[in-house]
């Protein structure tokens, strides 16, 4: 008999690319998501439309029992969207986390994956040792996204503890690659850059910032392998999820340019740029034999194609 896992989110970018790989592992996929995916049909082997706001979508969503569910659903979107969009964050993705929770437990489900975020994590110096999944507390995350993916990694844990399932909490690093949200608001900042380097006729494009920021960004199908490892461990604790390759804002220009191989002059403007500084340590994941697989320039080179492509057909 096939296992059968739950992918909720399984509408949006890294939830749609999770569906494929457990399909392609021989699970029975479900998805649900408040949409349907917007550039394919879900590879999910039945998906739902579902506002999971509502417990007894969450409860639908569950019928007929699961081994595992993913619980990726969130109202989301880069720093632009987090910053202006905090009582829609905190109402939103409270109210599925609250929703999902409580059914995978009644539901008796064996292992509740939440996809959590490195945003849990407060603000760094330059040069500032790495942070372990533990120096998450005392807990000082720079927006309210970061509080309620906090939030939601306690309410896992407090029904881990009571036996109502297994917990499996990752911290994801950014995350890119092609398929993801790459206008309209949401868009994070490697889609972003790809998508103004893109459009940019003159060789100049705006940037949020002054291009000092320092940041991470895992490719999709990396961050789904990790995924995958997590949940088949026995780990229990909150994991990090990412890779060992940092760069600044302005290295990642230079590397969209040359993935479009284009000559590019950064305008720096005034715009939410978030933390400064980000450091993590990966050595719990990679204590499970993870890997990735794609340096940036890799990803990039796969992921402008991508959006340059949605450029020109819109
Ligand atoms: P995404 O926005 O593409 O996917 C989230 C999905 O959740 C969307 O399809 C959305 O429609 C769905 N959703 C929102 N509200 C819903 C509701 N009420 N009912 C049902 N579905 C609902 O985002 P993503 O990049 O795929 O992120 C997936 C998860 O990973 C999220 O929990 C996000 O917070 C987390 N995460 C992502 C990143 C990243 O860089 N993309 C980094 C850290 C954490």
Not at 1 to 16: D, E, P, Q, T, W
Not at 174 to 198: D, Q
């Amino acid at each position: 008999m096939a296992k059968r896992a739950l992918v909720c989110g399984a509408g949006g970018f890294i939830g749609s690319h999770l569906a494929k790989r457990l399909v392609d592992e021989g699970y029975w996929v479900r998805g649900v998501d408040i949409k349907h995916p917007e550039w394919s049909a879900s590879p999910a082997d039945e998906f739902l439309i579902g506002d999971l706001r509502d417990p007894s979508a969450a409860v639908a969503a569950l019928a007929g029992g699961f081994d595992e569910v993913y619980q990726l659903a969130a109202d989301m979107g880069g720093m632009g969207f987090i910053h202006s969009a905090e009582t829609q964050i905190m109402h939103n993705s409270m109210l599925v986390n609250v929703n999902m929770v409580e059914a995978a437990a009644e539901a008796a489900v064996d292992k509740y994956f939440l996809a959590s975020s490195v945003c849990v994590y407060r603000d760094m110096d330059l040069g500032e040792a790495e942070l372990t999944e533990d120096d998450a507390y005392p807990a000082l995350p720079d927006n309210e996204y970061g509080w309620e993916k906090l939030y939601a990694e306690r309410a896992v844990a407090s029904y881990a503890r009571e036996g109502r399932f297994q917990a499996r909490i990752a911290r994801f690093q950014n995350c890119y690659g092609p398929e993801g949200t790459w206008t309209g608001g949401r868009e994070k900042a490697p889609a972003a850059l790809c998508r103004k380097v893109a459009e940019s006729t003159d060789g100049t494009i705006d940037v949020w910032g002054d291009g000092s920021a320092v940041r991470s960004f895992i490719y999709v199908t990396d961050l789904v392998e990790g995924i995958r490892r997590l949940v088949d461990s026995e780990m229990t604790e909150p994991t990090n999820i990412g890779t060992r390759e940092y760069v600044s804002v302005k290295q990642l220009v230079a590397l969209v340019a040359d993935a479009a191989g284009k000559e590019i002059s950064p305008r720096w403007v005034p715009g939410p740029v978030g933390v400064q500084n980000r450091n993590f340590s990966n050595n719990r994941i990679e204590s499970l034999g993870f890997e990735p697989q794609s340096d940036l320039a890799d990803g990039l080179s796969r992921t402008y194609p991508w959006i340059e492509q949605q450029v020109e057909c819109n």
